[in-house]
């Protein structure tokens, strides 16, 4: 079977596990090729750090993407996560210059949590963040960032009615799936909501709630649905697979003696049983596939 290639468009928080560190190697541990293209280099991600370093490479992303123009490889699948401010245009441009015509486009509109906006974002950054949701196959904000896209008044807890209103909205943008995981409907439970625009169907998943804020758990979603996919299983097995990933991460990380959460989710320890359930799920698959034999 050919090899899956993935670029994967979002920042290298050099410390504190998020974005490409841990986007490579969730897609690369599902057997993925992860192409990057590096946004930004911080020294640590901008949640609960004072004084980090920030240089912006937008001005090596179109000279990044003229070479690789000229070495004619499309991408199975594009994803873009943390942009710096300014880059949504060019990263629109980027999707449409490498998307083949079987290219998955997943979209983590990541510049908000718990009601407000990372530093440093304003709502026009959402209103382009909303832009570029319209080229997306599947989106998958957090509730926060749905809100903040859709122009839409944050409150907090929201019920199941809310959340598939937003969702609806987001699909209606343009792309067919839009999930939003950390949903607390059930009391004691954590699960993420999915929506397929074509069926107009929900499907929910959710497992045992941990108590906590875990820095980075949204990014380990987003590679996980995405290795998911791009290993043949349907856009739900995938969702069950990415929220047994963050899961089984947080529970790894709190099996550590001294676990500084700002630094992120010890995902590392998940990833045998992450691979584990990508061979079981393949060998339980039905033909259902939405994006299966691509
Ligand atoms: O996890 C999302 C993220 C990615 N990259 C940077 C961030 C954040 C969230 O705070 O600051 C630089």
New binding site residues.
């Given amino acids: 079977m050919r090899q899956k290639r993935v670029l994967s468009i979002?920042?290298i928080?050099c410390t504190g596990r998020?974005?490409l560190t841990v986007a490579l190697p969730i897609i690369s541990a599902a057997g993925h090729e992860c192409a990057i293209m590096p946004t930004a280099v911080?020294s640590t991600?901008?949640?609960g750090f004072k004084g980090y370093t920030f240089r912006d490479l937008t001005a090596d992303m179109a000279p990044i993407s003229d070479h690789w123009a000229q070495l004619g490889r499309p991408f199975d699948a594009i994803q873009t996560?943390?942009l710096a401010k300014d880059q949504v245009p060019l990263t629109a441009g980027i999707i449409q210059r490498f998307k083949g015509a079987n290219t998955i486009v997943l979209v983590d509109p990541?510049m908000a949590d718990g009601g407000k906006m990372?530093p440093g974002f304003d709502t026009s950054f959402a209103r382009q963040m909303a832009d570029l949701v319209k080229l997306a196959d599947i989106t998958v904000p957090n509730y926060t960032e749905a809100c903040f896209l859709l122009g839409e008044e944050y409150v907090p807890n929201p019920g199941r009615t809310r959340v598939e209103d937003l969702l609806r909205k987001l699909a209606a943008l343009g792309p067919r799936h839009a999930l939003i995981s950390g949903l607390h409907f059930v009391p004691g439970q954590v699960g993420v909501l999915s929506y397929d625009r074509e069926t107009d169907t929900f499907d929910w998943f959710a497992t045992e709630d941990i108590q906590g804020y875990f820095?980075?758990s949204?990014?380990i979603f987003a590679a996980g649905l995405l290795s998911g996919i791009e290993s043949g299983l349907s856009l739900g097995l995938s969702a069950r697979l990415a929220h047994d990933l963050v899961h089984t991460s947080i529970l790894k990380t709190l099996e550590d003696e001294e676990p500084d959460v700002r630094f992120g989710l010890h995902f590392e320890r998940a990833l045998p049983d992450f691979i584990k359930e990508i061979e079981q799920m393949k060998a339980g698959e039905q033909t259902d596939s939405t994006y299966a034999g691509r």
Wanted: charged share 10%; proline share 0%.
């Fill in positions: 979002q920042d928080s998020c974005s911080l991600h901008t949640g996560g943390y990541a990372y820095h980075g949204g990014d």
